[in-house]
């Protein structure tokens, strides 16, 4: 299996792109974060390491990355887009706190299956999803009560 870096590499030569310094330090520390992180709390990262990195550089290379298939975008409807891996890491979908923003990860084989039949039975051929269930964590529903 290919790591990131090779498919990264791989994906800039194929766009005639080259791989610089700060692409390479840009998508390191994209990969050592496993949380949900924005473009500008990455931004923010790599400006300690390397203040000459521009923030549109750090979207640029996002947005490479998006389309390499070494991350995806995630949008959990406050109006800020946010970024995770996706190469080598199972599929899964989210459940968001409407209360304090926290996000759960669940993989469920039981709704895997269900959005397959629910496709299926309209006539789709399932290639991908995204499903975000949006609510109150225990905690803020505790601050409510």
Known sequence: MK???EIFEAYLIKRHLRGTPQRGMILDTFLKREEHITAEQLYDIVKKRDPSIGQATVYRVLKLMVEAGLAREVDFGDGVMRYEHCYN????????CRGCGKTV???????EELQKRVAESFGYELT????YLYGLCQTC?????
């Open 3 to 5: 790591s990131e870096r």
């Open 89 to 96: 890491h199972p599929h899964h979908d989210h459940l968001v």
């Open 105 to 111: 990860e669940v993989l469920d084989s039981v709704i």
């Open 128 to 131: 991908d999803h995204e499903m």
């Open 141 to 145: 529903r505790k601050k409510k009560a």
